[in-house]
Every structure is written in structure tokens, then in C-alpha cells.
């Protein structure tokens, strides 16, 4: 079973900036693209970046030019940096495959100040 641990968290001022990762118990050289999502008190989850197998990305317009999606295949991992961070961009944020086909974790809380 697929199990996905997200962690970097925290709270930060605006401007400033957050490393997220994720360890997978699993190979997501078999699960194929992966994405990080996020979701904000009463809002839907939301895809904010993908990555593919090979590492094609892609980007939420919201995301774009500040966070980048990057996988490390052998560690089964997947990270986020995200900069210049903006309240909106407060959030719980988790990982999954893209489509999130498996059991969501539970997710790294980003807090940005203004």
C-alpha cells in the first residue's frame, strides 16, 4: 500500500521561502507523474505542480515562476520549493500521484504572514 509522508511546513512571513518533501513507501517510478496539491480552509484541494516520470513539469498559474517541482526516482521522493511566499498560498499541502489515485497523507501545513 502506498503511503505518502509530506513535511517542510511552517510559518513564514511574506517573501520568504519553504523546501516540502515527500517520502513515498513505494516506488513512484511505478506510480509515474506526481503532483503536489494543496487546499485552503474551505476551499478545494487543488493540483499546484506535476511531475512526470521523466521529469516534465507543470504549473498552476498561481505557482508558476515561484515554486518548482523536482523528484528524486531512487529516494522516492518528491519535492517543492516554493518562494516568494504569499498569504494566499496558505494551505495544507499533500502529494499524490497525478491523478491522485491513492490514499491521501496528512499533508504539511504552510502558513504565510503578511
Known amino acids: 500500500q502506498v503511503q505518502f509522508v509530506e513535511s517542510g511546513g511552517g510559518l513564514v512571513q511574506t517573501g520568504e521561502f519553504l523546501r516540502l518533501s515527500c517520502a513515498v513507501s513505494g516506488s513512484i517510478f511505478s506510480i509515474g507523474a506526481m503532483g503536489w496539491y494543496r487546499q485552503a480552509p474551505g476551499k478545494s484541494r487543488e493540483l499546484v505542480a506535476s511531475i512526470t516520470r521523466g521529469g516534465s513539469t507543470n504549473y498552476a498559474d498561481s505557482a508558476k515562476g515561484r515554486f518548482t517541482i523536482s523528484r528524486d526516482n531512487a529516494k522516492n521522493t518528491v519535492w517543492l520549493q516554493m518562494n516568494s511566499l504569499k498569504p494566499e498560498d496558505t494551505a495544507v499541502y499533500y502529494c499524490?500521484?497525478?491523478?491522485?489515485?491513492?490514499?491521501w497523507g496528512l499533508g504539511t501545513q504552510v502558513t504565510v504572514s503578511s
Open positions: 499524490n500521484g497525478r491523478p491522485s489515485l491513492y490514499s
